[in-house]
């Protein structure tokens, strides 16, 4: 079987380009042709260990006409910028998350591939996983009766307690709610359905944040965006979720997702990961753990580009720019104490069937 191999070329060689390596280098549908990074070493490092890769400046990998698909694994910042470049060049372009670091700038993106007859998509594409995929399976099969409610998760004491350079996190762009919203909301859209309107509710418990480690451990940040953040999202099924991301906490017992229907409740594991264990308990039953019923099993980050460039892009830039919007509504919402709609929507994708490692990357 198999489709033609797709040419691939990586701009952003930093942290989690390492994942995508591991993910992308034994699959046979796609092939890194070359790779660039603004830190040129970092590009020449990656090419050596990647049989028949080139490295090149960014320009150049744009521009390469052997180049298919560019996967963005630059900074936030420089998201939409890089997009918008292999777009025209007529590439389709699959990104780290966030779409862009704005919403003006994720809708220009969309619009520009729309334009050019390319494609995008992009993270999170954890949520193809065994995990969140089985969940729905569950949910589309009726196991919890009609879905009437979910609630979403996270809390932490911030990310200066073990990241060196976490000034980032507290400025504009940052914050829990951008930073792990991505994965949360995604997953309640792929479960629940797309949403309508929100609301949203925020606070800011300190000015400063302490660095815990490194060379800077002791040196103070400031504080300039909220850091706890809790909202309801109207989906348009009528289900309505509930939703915590916070860096005001310490640590939390609760589950990462919930979703209760009338006739089931179930838990959904940790959807910054790409398996878990779903647990459904039905009405007049106990907890009980499905086995694995859907999902693209024991995968990792670049599985979602393994799904687009077979095709099929369920983690597609239309669900990420609705993601997005939910996210930047949802922080005006708690700005003005207003309910604020959404324009954008999303179809849910299709189910991804529950394939083995040894099918999805023979692809
Ligand atoms: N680090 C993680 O654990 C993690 C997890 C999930 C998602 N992500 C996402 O992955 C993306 C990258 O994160 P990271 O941790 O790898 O960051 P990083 O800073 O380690 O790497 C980013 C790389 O991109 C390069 N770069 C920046 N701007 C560029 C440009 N305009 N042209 C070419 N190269 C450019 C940098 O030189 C750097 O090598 C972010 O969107 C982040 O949200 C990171």
């Not at 919203?181 to 792929?190: E, F, N």
């Not at 000015?207 to 504080?223: L, Q």
């Not at 309910?339 to 849910?348: H, I, K, N, P, Y």
Request: aromatic fraction near 4%; glycine fraction near 12%; charge should be negative.
């Amino acid at each position: 079987m198999g489709i033609a191999v797709t040419d691939i070329g990586i701009v952003g060689l930093g942290v989690i380009s390492r994942q995508y390596l591991d993910t992308l280098l034994p699959a046979s549908s796609v092939r890194i042709a070359a790779v660039a990074d603004l830190d040129a070493s970092r590009a020449e490092a990656a090419a050596a260990a990647i049989p028949g890769c080139r490295a090149l400046t960014t320009d150049e990998l744009i521009a390469d006409p052997g180049i298919r698909t560019v996967l963005n694994l630059t900074i936030p910042a420089a998201h939409a910028e890089v997009a918008l470049a292999a777009i025209a060049h007529g590439k389709d372009v699959y990104g780290e998350k966030p779409l862009a670091a704005t919403l003006a700038d994720a809708v220009r993106v969309v619009d520009a591939a729309a334009a050019a007859g390319v494609r995008v998509g992009g993270a999170p594409d954890t949520v193809l996983g065994t995990g969140v995929q089985t969940a729905r399976a569950a949910i589309d099969g009726g196991r919890i009766g009609r879905p009437v409610s979910a609630s979403a998760m996270w809390v932490s004491a911030g990310h200066e307690a073990w990241h060196p350079q976490p000034d980032f996190y507290y400025r504009e762009g940052g914050g829990p709610l951008l930073d792990m919203g991505p994965y949360y909301v995604t997953s309640l859209v792929q479960l629940l359905g797309p949403v309508t309107a929100v609301s949203g509710a925020a606070s800011r418990s300190r000015d400063e944040r302490v660095i815990g480690s490194g060379p800077r451990e002791g040196e103070k940040v400031p504080v300039e965006v909220d850091t706890h953040l809790t909202g309801i999202l109207h989906h348009e099924s009528g289900a309505i979720s509930t939703v915590t991301m916070s860096f005001d906490g310490v640590r939390t017992t609760a589950a990462p997702i919930e979703v209760h229907g009338v006739e089931g409740s179930l838990v959904v594991p940790d959807p910054n990961r790409f398996d878990g264990d779903v647990q459904l308990h039905p009405r007049g039953g106990s907890w009980e753990t499905l086995e694995p019923a859907a999902g693209y099993a024991d995968s990792g980050r670049g599985i979602g580009l393994i799904d687009f460039a077979a095709g099929d892009a369920r983690a597609s830039g239309a669900m990420a720019l609705h993601v997005l919007e939910i996210m930047t509504a949802l922080a005006a919402s708690a700005a003005s104490g207003v309910r604020e709609s959404l324009t954008s929507t999303v179809e849910r994708p299709s189910l991804v069937p529950l394939t083995p490692a040894t099918t999805w990357r023979a692809l």
